[in-house]
Nanobody, 124 residues
């Protein structure tokens, strides 16, 4: 079992930046593919990005390509999401998730552990 705790959310104006962090407990973080998802009010949870355990591969939703960057520090058991050029449509609760089996999935069912989420609000 691993616990994930997100932080770094907040209120930002359109065009601004935020960096989300997700700290994981346990000694197996480096073996997990890590993902970020988001859920806007009244909408389904959707994929944002993932990064493989060695950072060799990343994948992004089309809506965030070129603006968001996922990274990880296995020594710190932490995954990050740098969000630049934020838009009002990026407003959502952002969740990090861990995949034990390297599925490299863009679907929420491809992940085994989830954090509690952090709110990101982008004002126009």
């Amino acid at each position: 079992q691993v616990q994930l705790v997100e932080s770094g959310g907040g209120l930002v104006q359109a065009g601004g930046s935020l960096r989300l962090s997700c700290a994981a407990s346990g000694r197996t973080f480096s073996t997990y593919t890590m993902g970020w998802f988001r859920q806007a009010p009244g909408k389904e949870r959707t994929f944002v990005a993932y990064i493989t355990r060695s950072s060799a591969r990343t994948n992004y939703a089309d809506s965030v390509k070129g603006r968001f960057t996922i990274s990880r520090d296995n020594a710190k058991n932490t995954v990050y999401l740098q969000m630049n050029s934020l838009k009002p449509e990026d407003t959502a609760v952002y969740y990090c998730a861990a995949d034990r089996f390297a599925r490299m999935s863009t679907m929420s069912y491809g992940y085994d552990y989830w954090g509690q989420g952090t709110q990101v609000t982008v004002s126009s």
